[in-house]
């Protein structure tokens, strides 16, 4: 698999804290579950689910910049769990 990497951040525009993940995350890592508000992915495409352990509803993001996860379709404070596909 090639390497995939990703960035998830608490605030909107890249703000707050941040979590740079190259492996799946069930629990979306470093107590930020139902914090992310924005998200940088920097290679592979993932998917983002509302509940950990990879339930519920799910978002699939490519390579690219997302100042606000709701401008990406994904509720704000919701995802829980995310995974590369
Ligand atoms: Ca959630």
């Known amino acids: 698999m090639n390497a995939a990497e990703v960035i998830v951040y608490e605030h909107v525009n890249f703000g707050g804290k941040s979590f740079?993940?190259?492996?799946?995350?069930?629990?979306?890592?470093d107590n930020l579950n139902d914090k992310i508000s924005s998200i940088k992915v920097k290679s592979g495409t993932w998917r983002f689910y509302e509940y950990i352990n990879?339930?519920?509803r799910y978002w699939d993001l490519g390579p690219g910049e997302y100042s606000s996860v709701e401008s990406a379709g994904i509720p704000d404070n919701s995802i829980s769990s995310f995974r590369q596909i």
């Open 20 to 29: 740079d993940a190259t492996s799946d995350q069930p629990g979306a890592g």
């Open 54 to 56: 990879y339930g519920g």
